[in-house]
T-cell receptor, first 111, second 113 residues
Framework: GQNIDQPTEMTATEGAIVQINCTYQTSGFNGLFWYQQHAGEAPTFLSYNVLDGLEEKGRFSSFLSRSKGYSYLLLKELQMKDSASYLCAVREKGGSYIPTFGRGTSLIVHP | DAGITQSPRHKVTETGTPVTLRCHQTENHRYMYWYRQDPGHGLRLIHYSYGVKDTDKGEVSDGYSVSRSKTEDFLLTLESATSSQTSVYFC????????????FGEGSRLTVL
């Protein structure tokens, strides 16, 4: 089984940088995903990490440390439209291969 | 955007009635999933399918059944709805088991009175 932990809520200021952390415990790690979900909408894929290090994609970056069971999503130059929930999901080796989702972090960006 | 449509998008029903939610995809993806999303719980897997007539249970499958008679359609049935099944239901698809990236439908909001 897996245990995934994320902060419930975060607030930040437009133009700033915010880091959303995700810690996990798993018996056989096989990848970590980040999704964005605006209120009332479907989750959309942001990033995937399976090896240690930083993956950059525009204003968003995702970092993984497998030895620490830790990932973060870094959002730069925050915009009001970045107000959303950010979901961390972890996949285990074997079994169904289907990622298990954390409870999500609600990010509020204010002017 | 991936071609996934869910129906109905909103439904209000009474305890004890049967309910069927439909997920239709135009991507010809092999894998299809049903999740429910509740405050404080995040997304939880109900059932998934890895091919026509091939389905398996997820984390919260009690009270739900599924069927997949065609590649493009995945049905979720609540045989006798209960108030605890009030939730937002999301269908998702993926090209392969290894791909991992899920494409989600817009969600179906179900209220059981």
């Amino acid at each position: 089984g897996q245990n995934i932990d994320q902060p419930t809520e975060m607030t930040a200021t437009e133009g700033a940088i915010v880091q959303i952390n995700c810690t996990y415990q798993t018996s056989g790690f096989n990848g970590l995903f980040w999704y964005q979900q605006h209120a009332g909408e479907a989750p959309t894929f942001l990033s995937y990490n399976v090896l240690d290090g930083l993956e950059e994609k525009g204003r968003f970056s995702s970092f993984l440390s497998r030895s620490k069971g830790y990932s973060y999503l870094l959002l730069k130059e925050l915009q009001m439209k970045d107000s959303a929930s950010y979901l961390c999901a972890v996949r285990e080796k074997g079994g169904s291969y289907i990622p298990t989702f954390g409870r999500g972090t609600s990010l509020i960006v204010h002017p | 955007d991936a071609g996934i449509t869910q129906s109905p998008r909103h439904k209000v029903t009474e305890t004890g009635t049967p309910v069927t939610l439909r997920c239709h995809q135009t991507e010809n993806h092999r894998y299809m999933y049903w999740y429910r999303q509740d405050p404080g719980h995040g997304l939880r897997l109900i059932h998934y399918s890895y091919g026509v007539k091939d389905t398996d249970k997820g984390e919260v499958s009690d009270g739900y059944s599924v069927s997949r008679s065609k590649t493009e359609d995945f049905l979720l049935t609540l045989e006798s709805a209960t108030s605890s099944q009030t939730s937002v239901y999301f269908c998702a698809i993926s090209e392969s088991r290894e791909a991992g990236e899920l494409f989600f439908g817009e969600g179906s909001r179900l209220t059981v009175l």
